[in-house]
Nanobody, 120 residues
Framework: QVQLVESGGGLAQPGGSLRLSCVAS????????MSWARQAPGKELEWVSG????????FYARAVKGRFTISRDNAKNTLYLQMNSLQPEDTAIYYC?????????????RGQGTQVTVSS
């Protein structure tokens, strides 16, 4: 069955960095575009970034463009999100998701999420 397992979240200070990872299994990872999305307390799930199957195209929400970098390693079935210049408003649970038709939600498959907290 499809499994997506995120890791790498934690507590960061404003201006700090974190790198999220998502290991995929149960499907042909290299055949699917992938997305990162996040959900802050009391808010709806929000798309953050997407990447084409071969990494040739990457896309970002306006709120994170220039600070976050999405990448993938198809040999390792792993998706990454490098997050720099973190701000308190980046605090959320971050999910990786398999793209079926569009980069944004809803998603048929997403992981359990990893908590990112940005606070001094």
């Amino acid at each position: 069955q499809v499994q997506l397992v995120e890791s790498g979240g934690g507590l960061a200070q404003p201006g700090g960095s974190l790198r999220l990872s998502c290991v995929a299994s149960g499907f042909n990872f290299r055949s699917y575009a992938m997305s990162w999305a996040r959900q802050a307390p009391g808010k709806e799930l929000e798309w953050v970034s997407g990447i084409y199957t071969d990494g040739s195209g990457t896309f970002y929400a306006r709120a994170v463009k220039g600070r976050f970098t999405i990448s993938r390693d198809n040999a390792k079935n792993t998706l990454y999100l490098q997050m720099n210049s973190l701000q308190p408003e980046d605090t959320a649970i971050y999910y990786c998701a398999r793209v079926e038709k569009t980069f944004g939600p809803p998603y048929d498959y997403r992981g359990q999420g990893t908590q990112v907290t940005v606070s001094s």
